[in-house]
């Protein structure tokens, strides 16, 4: 039961956050965008370190205001800041998660991982940094799906945070960069394009990049090729 407590709290918390976040979106960014950007002036430090806590807590609890949450971190921090607070806050909050999943269901895991075959087992365990860095640079794939998949299949934490720090430091860059220019667009009452990150000029480097990044694992998996 102790190791469900830490499951059963972050469930409490995503239910409140939903029930009371219902408002949240780009109509009320736009309303309080210069009392917002006038406290972060204020409050360089207070407010950044209040932005990662707010981007770890989102990415803990799986919460579907990430989008929001890192273009509102370009618009008030800068492209650079923004950006390093979001990478920096999904992958604390995703580890945190990770390890909640494995606690609370530990036994569980250890019941079914002889139904995963030993052959798939052993290339994740040689190839997981591979493989999860190509599912998080492409931004096709939910971030919560990948979260689960990792805890499942058995992804050292050691190979899940730079993981995942490296594939989402792209696609949170463009939607940082986006944020620090749409403060026009919100005042106008328009709400930002977000299709901009599944445009061929975006998605088709990361595909790219993802390809490359499975390099390794292909090559590891030729006839002959070494471990």
Do not use: C, K
């Amino acid at each position: 039961m102790r190791r469900l407590l830490p499951l059963l709290l972050l469930a409490v918390l995503a239910v409140a956050a939903i029930a009371g976040g219902r408002g949240i979106g780009w109509d009320s960014l736009a309303r309080h965008q210069d009392m917002l950007t006038g406290w972060v002036a204020a409050h360089p430090a207070g407010s950044a370190a209040l932005f990662l806590v707010a981007y770890i807590l989102t990415a803990a609890l799986s919460l579907p205001h990430a989008a929001l949450l890192t273009v509102a971190g370009g618009l008030l921090f800068g492209t650079v800041l923004g950006w390093a607070l979001t990478v920096t806050g999904a992958t604390l909050g995703a580890s945190i998660l990770l390890l909640i999943i494995r606690s609370a269901f530990a036994e569980t895991m250890r019941r079914y991982r002889h139904r995963i075959p030993e052959q798939v087992q052993s290339r994740l365990a040689r190839d997981g940094f591979s493989y999860l860095l190509a599912l998080r640079l492409v931004p096709l794939f939910p971030f919560w799906v990948v979260n689960l998949a990792a805890a499942v299949t058995g992804i050292r934490l050691a190979v899940f945070v730079p993981a995942t720090l490296l594939g989402i430091a792209p696609a949170s860059f463009v939607l940082s960069s986006i944020g620090a220019g749409v403060g026009t667009i919100l005042a106008e009452g328009r709400t930002p394009d977000l299709s901009v990150l599944f445009s061929p000029r975006i998605l088709l480097p990361l595909l790219g990049l993802a390809v490359l990044s499975l390099l390794p694992a292909l090559v590891r998996r030729r006839p002959g090729a070494h471990a």
